[in-house]
């Protein structure tokens, strides 16, 4: 079993809708969370972090911890086209002030059309 | 451009030959990550640098794998004898490891960058 499920998707969404992501995880010791975003042949780029449980909210995007279920998301609100790409989870335990390695999802492939 | 930048960005090659990346981080960022992606996963850590010294390799990186930060600055990948199952996206992400806490108290997270990558392909 992987450290960091992730469904691949593809999911499929109208121009508009809410889009829900999801990971779950099985190593308590995470506590940094975060969200890229990777558009195809290109490297990941960081949408969202979140450390510890509790929500986040930046613009469109909201990112949600739950760490007792060991559960995260991202929400994107009035989903564009551009915002197809493909999300990668990540997350990384406590090393004290640092982040260290990043252990991601395999990625969940959104595409949102017009 | 400021980023992180990877060369070559492409690279075909024959198995069993030696192939090298070069990664440039962002200035003056003191950590560098090297990570490999295939085809519908995600990012899988290799190793990492902060500064010159590698503090950490993944069970990944066999000993065909090797990689380098001479002066602390850009660093290379080399995969000696390649085979086809190190075809792959290489990636490397770099951050600056923060000094303490930030102004609040909270702890202060470092943010990775990730270059363009290179796409490697084993024939």
């Known amino acids: 079993q992987k450290e960091v499920e992730q469904d691949p998707g593809p999911l499929s969404v109208p121009e508009g809708a809410i889009v829900s992501l999801n990971c779950t995880y099985s190593?308590?010791?995470?506590?940094?969370f975060m969200w890229y975003r990777q558009y195809s042949r290109k490297g990941p780029e960081l949408l969202m972090y979140?450390?510890?449980?509790g929500n986040k909210e930046d613009g469109r995007f909201t990112a949600q911890v739950d760490k007792s279920s060991k559960y995260i998301s991202l929400f994107i609100r009035d989903s564009q086209p551009s915002d197809s790409a493909t999300y990668l989870c990540a997350m990384s335990d406590d090393r004290g002030s640092t982040l260290g390695r990043l252990y991601f999802g395999r990625g969940t492939q959104l595409t949102v059309w017009p | 451009d400021t980023g992180v930048s990877q060369n070559p960005r492409h690279k075909i090659t024959k198995r069993g030959q030696n192939v090298t990346f070069r990664c440039d981080p962002i200035s003056e960022h003191n950590r560098l990550y090297w990570y490999r992606q295939t085809l519908g996963q995600g990012p899988e850590f290799l190793t990492y640098?902060?500064?010159?010294?590698?503090?950490?390799k993944s069970r990944l990186l066999s000993d065909r794998f090797s990689a380098e930060r001479p002066k602390g600055s850009f660093s290379t990948l080399e995969i000696q004898r390649t085979e086809q199952g190190d075809s792959a996206m290489y990636l490397c992400?770099?951050?600056?490891?923060?000094?303490?806490?930030?102004?609040?108290?909270?702890?202060?997270?470092?943010?990775?960058?990730f270059g363009p990558g290179t796409r490697l392909l084993v024939l």
């Open positions: 979140t450390y510890s449980s």
């Open positions: 992400a770099s951050s600056l490891r923060p000094r303490g806490r930030g102004g609040t108290g909270m702890i202060v997270a470092e943010t990775q960058y």
């Open positions: 640098f902060q500064n010159e010294a590698q503090l950490e």
């Open positions: 190593n308590s010791a995470f506590q940094y």
